[in-house]
């Protein structure tokens, strides 16, 4: 089984780099981006779980800082505890950590594992911008 989870790791890894070369995300925040007061980012973590542990020593300390973690705020949430109250997923959390993008407590987007910061921000912008009004680039 933990095979197969660092293989799953790798190909995700394979993956996000595809959807970031092909993309061409920007990495520029230099431009604050307007709030959305209904949009929240839920992280869905479990103990013991290494990948939520390195998003919290990589990603978390800035997050509040960026125009990201502004425009949409982040919540915790434990995988077995199900979504917090309010919160509707559009389907069943498997992994940890996944990401899942609400409005007004309704699912819109959802980002499942970690493979490190080269890949969270570009991904996490490009699923923003696609889903929401994010624009930090714009004057």
Known sequence: MRDFLFHRRGVLAAIAAVAV???GVS???EAEAP???GLRLIMVE???CAYCAAWDDEIAPAYGRTDEGRYAPLARADLRMG???GVEYDREVRFTPTF???RDGQEIAR???YVGQDFFWPLYRDMLERN???QPDAP
Do not use: K, R, Y
Request: no cysteine; proline share 12%.
């Open 27 to 29: 990495a520029s925040t």
């Open 21 to 23: 070369a092909a993309g």
């Open 35 to 37: 709030v959305d007061e």
């Open 111 to 113: 980002m499942e594992g």
């Open 100 to 102: 899942v993008l609400v």
């Open 46 to 48: 479990q103990p013991g």
């Open 132 to 134: 929401t009004a994010f």
């Open 83 to 85: 979504p917090p109250d």
